[in-house]
């Protein structure tokens, strides 16, 4: 399975660079191609998904790895947690989507569109397999490269700013992080007397003063705030969403920043956690600010596209406030959050894309009335709003409910005051559908054409998955399960007792 797993890796790479090769041949080589390699990438992530066992307690399991800079205890090591798996069927799955999205859609230039697509999604793979702190950097800003160009030559007119924005942004956190991890392996090296950037040894096998810990742990958590993003690192998101592609915001925001809460998962937490626990009151209430924040400002957005960076920001002040509970249901509870958010994300910019497509524009005050003249359109359009608002029957409800409930077991106040984000959401949401697909028709409804079945297409298992995982997410918490208890375990953490039960003891 290791050699599965390498092909897995490989895969997408493979794909990217034999696009243009096989372009000289064959007419729509580059499209067909980039389709096949994502098709196989998503095949093979589900044969280890089938093969993963679930009950095992091991905190990895089909590793591959070889030696790659001896001198520094380097290596190529990748190997599968539950958590990380999930993100990597994630990706698998949204590629061939954006990619068949795509596929009918005027995109120039599509050999250099599709490889860099390909490239994205291979290094997030890495990202979430990486088993090497130093292999999980190199991708973490390798990352950066294709979605710089994706903005910067596909995006809208101001796109050269926002791809600038984006990269200063990712390059800053990224440095923070390398002065982070010389650090800590410095002083592993001092301590084991041999250098190594194996993650499992550096949580494992090395102590820290609390000073530190606490330094690093900055370090790190600064850097995958910006990616994930979090308030007031987040001014990079909005401006990028306004100016990418539907294609490039739903890798961006469905996989790319995913990036950000899952290192706090893997790395912050059983790197640090004395730092965490210590930090994480602060880290809940910075979370809630998120939550409220984005959410208010995408109730005063004109621009559709900035409405929905928003209402992510928002989504990821969730997300973060699970992890930093410490509790098994939050955990859990935030990682389903990450898969219902890529799957609303997705829905949201592809539906939203074609009609922006059409129109040339993204200002909701040129809509309205499309409920008559597309009516296919405004039914996917509301499903995937009322996903991004966690409707019950939805991903998004399940893991929003299991967030709530572990961040109430902690933080009560943190728990209530988020819950406001819960209907600013149907506020935001719901006036959108109503302002662009109900009321008056605008004087150019009539030049929007419905989605046509190559476009449903790709739609059909987003919205599948969505209401799949609503009514059944076991297939996620069973994968999960074990690599959350190991979590907890790594933080020295245990669930505290029920709070109803504390106060019926403390009555009697």
């Known amino acids: 399975m290791s050699l599965l797993l390498l092909a897995l890796v490989l895969t997408p790479f493979v794909g990217a660079l034999l696009i243009p090769v096989a372009n000289k041949y064959f007419k729509w080589s580059a499209k067909f191609t980039g389709l096949a390699s994502a098709i196989v990438t998503l095949l093979l992530a589900l044969a280890i998904a089938i093969s993963f066992d679930r009950n095992s307690s091991s ?14 205890g380097i290596s190529f090591h990748v190997g599968v947690t539950g958590i990380g798996l999930v993100l990597v069927l994630l990706t698998a799955v949204l ?11 005027a995109v ?5 569109y599709t490889s860099l697509i390909l490239l994205l999604a291979g290094s997030a793979n890495l990202i979430f397999l990486a088993r ?7 991708f973490f800003e390798a990352m950066l490269i294709p979605v710089f160009f994706l903005i910067g030559i596909f995006g809208g007119a101001n796109r050269a700013k926002a791809a600038m924005k984006f990269l200063i942004y990712g390059l800053a956190g990224g440095l923070i992080m390398l002065a982070a991890i010389v650090a800590l392996t410095l002083i592993a090296t001092t301590q084991l007397q041999r250098s190594t950037f194996d993650i499992a040894t550096l949580s494992q096998s090395i102590s820290l003063t609390p000073m530190q810990e606490m330094w690093l742990f900055l370090g790190f958590f600064i850097a995958f705030a910006i990616k994930a993003p979090m308030v007031p690192l987040h001014t990079w998101l909005p401006d990028t969403a306004e100016q990418a592609t539907p294609g490039t915001s739903t890798m961006l925001i469905g996989v790319l920043d995913k990036i950000g809460t899952f290192g706090m998962i893997a790395l912050v937490l059983p790197l640090f956690p004395n730092a965490s626990a210590q930090l994480a ?6 979370a809630v600010v998120s939550v409220i924040y984005g959410a208010i400002l995408a109730i005063g957005q004109k621009d559709m596209r900035r409405l929905f960076a928003y209402t992510s920001i928002s989504h990821f002040g969730f997300i973060v406030m699970g992890i930093f509970a410490f509790t098994t249901i939050g955990i859990a509870g935030a990682t389903l959050y990450m898969v219902a958010h890529g799957l609303s994300t997705a829905a949201l910019f592809l539906v939203g894309g074609h009609l922006i497509k059409q129109r040339e524009t993204a200002l909701i005050a040129d809509y309205g009335g499309l409920t008559k003249v597309a ?34 077991q902690r933080y009560q106040a943190a728990a209530i005051v988020a819950t406001l984000g819960i209907i600013l959401a149907a506020i935001y949401m719901l006036w959108l559908y109503q302002r662009v697909f109900t009321g008056p028709e605008n004087e150019k409804s009539n030049l929007i054409k419905d989605l046509s079945s190559k476009e449903v297409i790709p739609l059909v298992p987003v919205f599948a998955l969505l209401i799949l995982l609503g009514f059944w997410p076991q297939p996620v918490l069973t994968t ?19 709070i109803f039960a504390i106060e019926n003891k403390e009555q009697n």
Do not use: H
């Open 375 to 408: 009516p296919v359109m405004a039914g996917f359009f509301l499903m995937a709003a009322l996903s991004a608002l966690a409707l019950p029957g939805m991903a998004g409800f399940v893991s929003e409910f299991m967030v709530l409930t572990g961040v109430y």
């Open 480 to 498: 999960i399960e074990k690599s959350v208890a190991n979590v907890m375990q790594q933080v020295d953490s245990v669930d505290p007792a029920p």
């Open 59 to 72: 905190l990895t399991q089909f590793d591959f790895k070889v030696s790659w800079i001896d001198v520094f």
């Open 108 to 112: 120039k230039r599509p050999i250099l």
């Open 95 to 105: 590629t061939p989507i954006v990619l068949w999205a795509d596929f009918y859609a």
């Open 281 to 286: 009151p602060w880290i809940i209430g910075l």
């Open 132 to 138: 090497d702190l130093f292999l999980f950097y190199v």
